[in-house]
């Protein structure tokens, strides 16, 4: 009797459980003239369709996956046009629809100097816990900028004592500061690149060698920015 009360009331919560999930959070990771990285997070194992398509395309540039965990899944496109613009569009199995840009590098021709690059840098965003939008409005200032990259060099997040000890901890702290809105618009249109320091992992002063985090490079990367 027990059982069967314990799956009826899953069978009537379930499905509102699934329809409030935390939206995934999309970046647009190392990019060149003729190539470009989307990586997605998603909050639970889903399938997930990724497709960019330039103004010249006639059609979709199309990859799926099937994610095996719910940290970072990365998606590869190549032979793109330089110094083009593409939108791209992100869905999943769960229903969510995520829409966004970004430019590929101007090519490099020999006897012709290359173009400007505008790069824009910055580290120690330190955010208080149970805040969000008003928190990081530097993020739209960078963007309002229109950089062709971002740098992220260290201290991108500021672990709090322990967090550093627990995987989810680690994964949720960088997934809060993806959550904010200000971070989303600049991750999902500008390519980023990262580096981290001492507070990406660890207590402050932390180094390599810190015996008492769990995060290993592999984990971080999965959770990174």
């Not at 971080?220 to 920015?225: L, N, P, S, T």
């Amino acid at each position: 009797f027990m059982k069967n009360k314990i799956l009826i009331l899953l069978f009537l919560f379930l499905p509102n459980l699934i329809l409030s999930h935390p939206l995934p959070h999309v970046l647009v990771g190392s990019t060149g003239q003729t190539y470009s990285t989307i990586v997605v997070w998603v909050p639970f194992l889903c399938d997930i369709d990724v497709k960019i398509k330039s103004k010249q395309d006639t059609c979709w540039i199309d990859r799926k996956k099937i994610t095996e965990t719910s940290s970072s899944n990365k998606f590869e496109f190549a032979q793109l046009l330089p110094g083009t613009d593409y939108e791209y569009l992100v869905t999943t199995s769960l229903g969510d629809t995520m829409v966004g840009k970004f430019r590929t590098f101007n090519k490099i021709e020999k006897n012709i100097p290359p173009s400007n690059i505008k790069i824009s840098a910055g580290s120690c965003s330190w955010t208080q816990r149970g805040k969000n939008d008003s928190d990081l409005v530097v993020f739209n200032s960078i963007l309002s900028e229109d950089p062709d990259l971002m740098l992220w060099l260290g201290d991108n997040v500021y672990l709090i004592d322990g967090e550093w000890q627990n995987a989810s901890s680690i994964e949720m702290r960088y997934s809060q500061f993806r959550d904010n809105q200000q971070v989303k618009n600049l991750i999902g249109q500008v390519p980023n690149l990262s580096v981290w320091d001492d507070h990406d992992f660890g207590p402050n002063d932390g180094v390599g060698s810190f015996s008492d985090s769990i995060v290993t490079g592999k984990q971080i990367g999965r959770a990174h920015v």
